[in-house]
């Protein structure tokens, strides 16, 4: 069965400060990986994706993350995190040909001054 | 606004009773979605319409629970007989699928929070 793990439920940062969360699925078909965000009182949005190609794909606001096959990893990265980037952030893995999203059950970044 | 809208965004309501939640999508989106998240989860996917037809129910979607996508356009979700364990956040979610390939990026509306006395 597909599923997804966070690893992290909560990650606490000193705004400037780099951050990393980490996600992991496991799948036995060809997946899409995605990142989405989810800002309090607003629904999730997009934050990143990757599809195919290059496995290091970059959102608007300076978030990253590399898609590793071999370690069905998709780890989302920012080397200088700010206090609007508080917000809870989901892992998510659909699969090629497939309809469904499967989420992991999210990691809150909080991001102190 | 072109995005994704849930109505009734808060509901709170007692024990055995009906509660409907609609959900506009992007107009131009043929696959509509219905997740629910509980605190400190993700979404967990409930059920999926292509266009007009419900193709996936998950085995969380009890008897008690129905969707319907009339004409492909907006969709409701009706719980019948609320129980405590039904409050929760229903997120509705559509996307665009062209020629069956499905690439999974979904748009969310804001949601719709149950809560059962």
């Known amino acids: 069965a597909q599923s997804v793990t966070q690893l992290d439920s909560q990650v606490p940062v000193f705004e400037e400060a780099p951050v990393e969360l980490r996600c992991n699925y496991s799948?036995?078909?060809?997946?899409?990986l995605f990142w989405y965000v989810q800002y309090p009182n607003q629904g999730l949005q997009l934050l990143l994706k990757?599809?195919?190609?290059?496995?290091l794909v970059e959102s608007i606001n300076g978030f990253e993350a590399e898609f590793n096959k071999s370690q069905t990893s998709f780890h989302l990265r920012k080397p200088s995190v700010h206090i609007s980037d508080t917000a809870e952030y989901f892992c998510?893995?659909?699969?090629?040909?497939?309809?469904?999203?499967?989420f992991g059950a999210g990691t809150r970044l909080f991001v102190k001054a | 606004d072109t995005g994704v809208s849930q109505d009734p965004r808060h509901k709170i309501t007692k024990r055995g009773q009906n509660v409907t939640f609609r959900c506009d999508p992007i107009s131009e989106h043929n696959r509509l979605y219905w997740y629910r998240q509980t605190l400190g989860q993700g979404p967990e996917f409930l059920t999926y319409f292509q266009n007009e037809a419900q193709l996936e129910k998950s085995r969380l979607l009890s008897d008690r629970f129905s969707a319907e996508r009339p004409k492909g356009s907006f969709s409701t979700l009706e719980i019948q007989r609320t129980e405590q364990g039904d409050s929760a956040m229903y997120l509705c979610?559509?996307?665009?699928?062209?020629?069956?390939?499905?690439?999974?990026?979904?748009?969310f509306g804001e949601g719709s929070r149950l809560t059962v006395l």
């Open positions: 799948s036995s078909v060809s997946v899409y």
């Open positions: 998510a893995v659909s699969f090629t040909g497939g309809f469904k999203t499967i």
């Open positions: 979610a559509s996307s665009l699928a062209r020629g069956g390939m499905n690439t999974g990026e979904l748009f």
């Open positions: 990757y599809l195919s190609g290059s496995t």
